[in-house]
């Protein structure tokens, strides 16, 4: 299985983080990787999900390097525990 760069993910949370606004304060997130090497972040209610992370919305600064490397940790360990 191919997962995405820490940077890809990083880039993707910036831009989710810019695009919120301050009402909404903190936005989850979640990485999908799907078998074929694609993928997405996945952002809004966590409700039936375990595995996610949050990051402030209106741009307030954030480890983005920090979350992407704790999703992508995730979808690995996810992943690993389907086999």
């Avoid at 078998?35 to 600064?61: C, E, K, N, T």
């Amino acid at each position: 299985m191919k997962f995405p760069k820490q940077s890809e993910v990083a880039s993707d949370l910036r831009n989710i983080n810019k695009l919120t606004a301050y009402d909404d304060g903190w936005i989850d997130v979640r990485l999908q990787v799907y078998p074929d090497g694609r993928w997405a972040v996945r952002f809004g209610s966590s409700d039936y999900d375990q595995d996610h992370q949050s990051v402030p919305g209106s741009g307030r600064r954030f480890d983005a390097v920090a979350v992407a490397k704790n999703l992508i940790k995730q979808a690995k360990e996810q992943y690993a525990n389907d086999e």
